[in-house]
């Protein structure tokens, strides 16, 4: 069974940077893609980053591209968000989640899911 672990959230003023982190377990990951999505209160839950395990190919929502940086590190089964220049509507719960197969934006495309971890960005 895949386990998903997230971690690395919290509070951060305008502008700041936190590095969230995804650990996994259950499986060997070389056929997965892993993605990141948030989800703000009272909103649907979105995608924001994803990446292939296997050959590192990566992509994003537009509203964070060349902020947020999604990268893995085999030897630790980990995925990691760096977000940089952090908004106030960044603010969300973050989830990790693994799929097999191609890359994808849907959330229902998504198999396996964290628990979520806070981000909060104060203006």
């Known amino acids: 069974q895949v386990q998903l672990v997230e971690s690395g959230g919290g509070l951060v003023q305008a502008g700041g940077s936190l590095r969230l982190s995804c650990g996994a377990s259950?499986?060997?990951?070389?056929?997965?893609?892993m993605g990141w999505f948030r989800q703000a209160p009272g909103k649907e839950r979105e995608f924001v980053a994803a990446?292939?395990?296997?050959?590192?190919?990566?992509y994003y929502r537009d509203s964070v591209k060349g902020r947020f940086t999604i990268s893995r590190d085999n030897t630790k089964n980990t995925v990691y968000l760096q977000m940089n220049s952090l908004k106030p509507e960044d603010t969300a719960a973050y989830y990790c989640?693994?799929?097999?197969?191609?890359?994808?934006?849907?959330?229902?495309?998504?198999?396996?899911w964290g628990q979520g971890t806070q981000v909060t960005v104060s203006s």
């Open positions: 989640a693994a799929r097999v197969g191609g890359m994808l934006v849907n959330t229902n495309g998504y198999k396996y």
């Open positions: 259950g499986r060997t990951f070389d056929t997965y893609v």
């Open positions: 990446i292939r395990w296997s050959v590192e190919t990566t």
